[in-house]
């Protein structure tokens, strides 16, 4: 699976290039603003300077819950300002109002995302322009996109002896915020008719493995690792 992760860490962190100029006169009122708060999840321990300095709440044990200003939407930049606690003064706000108005921005601004790994690699392969390379490569040349797309995936959830998903975001940004979601939890175990394990893999997305007794959880951990 390290090749794997590899591909989609790859391709989430070319999305989080920031475009050359934003207009940031308006971040100092919070009536224009509001809208655009958002929160994302980000590890404790590597970001404890940062803590010190910005409002945030603790989820899933050793991951914080931070809140930024989402100031562009473009497909091909993208800007955010994490907020302080100077912020909050300057808004006049405390950081239940903070987190309320995020809350309701960021499934809004930031849709989920609930594939199959498999669905979620070969998507990022197409989107990086190798499709016809795999084609020629399996020999299915006259294939349409689709029907490779569908094929391949076929052949890969038959060849794979534990299923795992991939829950992230439509734009890929902060994927991992979008286990926070309302009904989200309750959500994906309908869909998958069982409980479930939740990994932390990064920023960009969370691991789905639905439950077995036959796993540990330090197997699944090495399993993602590998």
């Known amino acids: 699976q390290e090749a794997a992760q590899g591909i989609i860490n790859k391709y989430y962190e070319e999305k989080e290039k920031e475009a050359d100029k ?4 308006n971040t100092t009122d919070f009536s224009k603003i509001s809208e655009h708060i958002c929160y994302r999840v980000i590890g404790q ?7 010190n300095n910005i409002p945030w709440n603790e989820v899933c044990g050793n991951l914080a819950l931070c809140y930024y ?3 562009c939407k473009e497909e091909n930049g993208s800007a955010t300002i994490t907020r302080t ?6 808004w006049g706000i405390d950081k239940s109002t903070l987190h309320a108005y995020a809350e309701i921005n960021t499934p809004i601004r930031h849709p989920l995302k609930f594939r199959s790994m498999n669905e979620t690699l070969l998507e990022l392969v197409m989107k990086e322009g190798h499709l016809y390379e795999m084609k020629y490569q399996y020999g299915m040349e006259t294939l349409t996109d689709l029907e490779f797309i569908q094929k391949m995936t076929d052949e890969m959830d038959m060849s794979n002896t534990v299923p795992m998903y991939v829950l992230s975001t439509m734009d890929q940004r902060y994927g991992a915020t979008a286990i926070l979601y309302d009904n989200v939890i309750d959500g ?3 869909q998958l008719g069982t409980n ?3 990994i932390p893999s990064s920023l960009y997305e969370m691991i789905i493995i639905p439950y077995s007794e036959e796993m540990t959880p330090q197997e699944l951990r090495d399993m993602v690792m590998q």
């Open 22 to 25: 934003f207009d940031l006169s």
């Open 45 to 51: 321990e590597h970001n404890k300077d940062l803590l």
């Open 69 to 71: 200003i989402d100031l």
């Open 85 to 90: 606690n100077r912020f909050m003064d300057i």
């Open 188 to 190: 994906i175990k309908n």
């Open 196 to 198: 479930y394990w939740v």
